[in-house]
């Protein structure tokens, strides 16, 4: 399929304003693949469907949790977490998409996981970073980014994992498991 016909297929399936986050996250990755050697159109395909599943009904993705045995842990915790895990479901089983590494992209595009691949890596940065994104320390991590894709990873990390923190909000198991690779790692 060409870009045209997965653009066209996900709009119907969210708000504009996820869309249009969607063509920034397809830009941003497209530019890293790019700086980092990646595969570019598995970087485009990636990051136009990692966010298809975030306004589907929670009760159907439960149901594809337990009927495909995904991590039993992701029931009760809503879209923001079963969005990527039933991203990656309907990707496969909707799109075609047999490459394991886009899957994985957006499997854990959320919450990131230990040993992700530069693919991973790219999507979970450019998901964070794309132009549209608005917060306090973006310009920070859109620089780290161009020169460094690991460090630029181990600081949404922290960024996101600071912001849960102080929102009081649950951290996810595969969340903490990531930040804790990483911060062994960080030299
Ligand atoms: P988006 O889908 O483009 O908005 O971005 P993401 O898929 O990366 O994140 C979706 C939401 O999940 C964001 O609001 C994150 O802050 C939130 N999130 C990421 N990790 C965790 C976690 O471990 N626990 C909780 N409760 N929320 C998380
Ligand atoms: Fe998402
Ligand atoms: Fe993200
Ligand atoms: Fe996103």
Request: with cysteine.
């Amino acid at each position: 399929m060409e870009r045209e016909e997965y653009l066209a297929a996900i709009k119907p399936r969210m708000p504009e304003k996820r869309y249009i986050h969607t063509i920034g996250v397809m830009e941003t990755a497209i530019a890293l693949a790019k700086v980092f050697g990646e595969n570019e159109k598995n970087a485009e395909i990636a990051a136009i469907l990692h966010d298809i599943a975030k306004y589907a009904d929670i009760a159907w993705m439960e149901k594809i949790v337990r009927d495909e045995k995904l991590d039993h842990r992701l029931i009760g915790w809503g879209s923001e977490l079963l969005h990527g895990p039933v991203g990656a479901y309907i990707a496969e089983h909707e799109f075609g998409i047999v490459e394991e590494d886009i899957l994985n992209a957006i499997r854990f595009h959320t919450t990131g996981r230990v040993g992700m691949s530069r693919l991973e890596k790219i999507l979970f940065v450019a998901d964070m970073i794309e132009p549209n994104r608005k917060f306090n320390g973006v310009e920070r991590l859109r620089k780290k980014a161009q020169k460094n894709l690991d460090k630029a990873v181990s600081a949404c990390v922290r960024h996101t994992l600071a912001f849960l923190i102080d929102t009081k909000q649950p951290i996810y198991p595969l969340s903490i498991d990531c930040y804790n690779d990483l911060m062994k790692r960080e030299d």
